[in-house]
């Protein structure tokens, strides 16, 4: 330090300007003696302020072996911290093109039903069978709409079925102005023409979007083969609406072999050459509470499918047209407590070899439905070339009339523990046929479900 101090007052010294010498200013030797003062004054101060270093030192030292006698978690929030500094925050980005709806509908059913002398297929021969089933629909929705009504969106709903199964009940696409026109394109049902009602459980032959002939068992026809939501095709619709008027043309493009359950068909296997194009016109007009339908639907592509005979020659099957009519009264447009509604229905099949008839009402009062449905097959051509294709539960082998009855009820619990979107559904139907076939036997089939709906 003496050094340091020496070297730094030679430099003051030789950097100080030489000036005259007069009789008061000082002597070199009085001028070292106050530079000495000086020196020995700032390096008493450097000395304070690397002891004070020294101390803080110290203490900091001090601090760190107490913190790590601190708790682990004072170490995971500093850890978190610097995660967090890092990690990019999650968002939910939307394309800002209209709106968009997330929902979801959840349906699982306690059923108990008869099994033995059944309307449709089943290998169980047992009087009764408890049964479990239902499935989870998860739906997106995108709408948007302009100042001038014009508007576009889609829907998409999948299906998780208890079974483990996954399926898809719509898929579409539509546009058009609101209250005037739209277009539909893709997997949707178009316009209901034989409602239910509060369709709780009713079951028998003919009764789903697909697969909706079973052979050798009572076809119900509900004006449904040209509706839609099909396994091997889509749909084109357009709807119109003026004043009290509705008006809709549903276009289905699918293999048409798929109507029929295993392609079998009064006995024959069926041949499928080409798809067939539906045509599904409805007409509607409704005020008040008051509607009335009137629709058809026919296949326009002829020979799409058919069968080879025995001598191997081509018989067309694809000709169907059928054609409907429905009514409803909607009481509870104007009275939500005590309103009645009520569906009156009609349908009828002209189909090769087959005509079918079918005729239903049921009405909804304070949550209780009651149903009844009646359908009159006239089988007129029926082979029994190959037996195979209709083994002993067939109801129907042969060429004949036939008539089946149908009843059904059902009845909402609502609210369920004080929640809205929560209901329980008590359900039953009954249905036989009956055959003036002095071989055919007469059965029936019955069941009760409790169905468990849950919407979020």
């Not at 030789?14 to 020995?40: D, G, K, Y």
């Not at 997106?140 to 996954?166: E, H, I, K, W």
């Not at 009514?327 to 349908?347: E, F, Q, R, S």
């Not at 037996?387 to 009855?405: E, L, M, N, R, W």
Request: proline share 2%; hydrophobic share 35%; charged share 20%.
């Amino acid at each position: 330090m003496n050094k340091a101090l020496f070297a730094l007052a030679v430099g003051l010294f030789l950097a100080v300007p030489e000036v005259r010498s007069t009789a008061s200013e000082n002597t070199i030797e009085q001028r070292l003696q106050q530079l000495e003062q000086r020196l020995l004054a700032a390096e008493k101060r450097a000395q304070r302020a690397e002891d004070k270093i020294a101390q803080l030192n110290a203490k900091n030292v001090v601090q760190t072996s107490e913190s790590s006698a601190l708790p682990v978690t004072v170490v995971s929030v500093t850890a978190a911290q610097e995660s967090q500094k890092n990690a990019t925050p999650s968002a939910l980005k939307l394309s800002g093109y209209g709106d968009l709806k997330v929902y979801g509908d959840v349906e699982f059913n306690m059923d108990a039903e008869s099994r033995k002398g059944t309307l449709i297929r089943n290998n169980d021969t047992s009087n009764e069978q408890w049964n479990l089933n239902g499935r989870i629909l998860l739906g997106v929705d995108g709408y948007r709409t302009l100042t001038n009504g014009n508007f576009a969106g889609f829907s998409v709903q999948p299906l998780a079925d208890m079974n483990g199964g996954v399926n898809l009940d719509d898929a579409v696409f539509f546009f058009g102005q609101e209250r005037d026109w739209t277009v539909k394109i893709g997997r949707f049902e178009a316009r209901d023409m034989f409602p239910l009602n509060q369709d709780t459980f009713v079951k028998y032959s003919g009764n789903t979007a697909d697969d909706l002939y079973d052979d050798g068992f009572g076809y119900i026809y509900m004006m449904k083969e040209g509706r839609g939501r099909s396994g091997s095709g889509g749909n084109f619709l357009v709807n119109k609406t003026i004043d009290n008027w509705y008006f809709e043309l549903n276009t289905l493009i699918e293999d048409g072999s798929d109507l029929f359950v295993d392609k079998s068909y009064h006995g024959y296997t069926l041949t499928n050459d080409k798809n067939v194009v539906y045509l599904r016109p409805v007409m509607a007009w409704s005020q008040d509470s008051f509607s009335i339908a009137a629709a058809m639907e026919s296949n326009v592509v002829s020979n799409a499918y058919g069968y080879y005979d025995s001598r191997d020659r081509w018989v067309d099957q694809s000709d169907r047209t059928g054609y409907g009519l429905t009514m409803n009264w909607n009481g509870l447009k104007h009275d939500p407590d005590n309103g009645v509604v009520m569906n009156i229905n009609t349908a009828y099949l002209d189909a090769p070899d087959e005509k079918d008839f079918s005729a239903g009402i049921n009405a909804l009062w304070k949550r209780f439905e009651l149903g009844y449905i009646y359908a009159h097959n006239n089988i007129e051509n029926f082979s029994n070339v190959r037996p195979d294709t209709c083994d002993s539960q067939c109801i129907i082998d042969q060429a004949g009339k036939y008539d089946i009855h149908t009843v059904h009820a059902s009845y909402q619990i609502p609210n369920v523990l004080d929640m809205q979107n929560f209901n329980i559904y008590l359900g039953a139907y009954w249905s036989t046929v009956l055959s003036n076939n002095e071989n055919a036997d007469n059965d029936d089939r019955y069941g009760t479900r409790v169905r468990f709906k849950y919407f979020f």
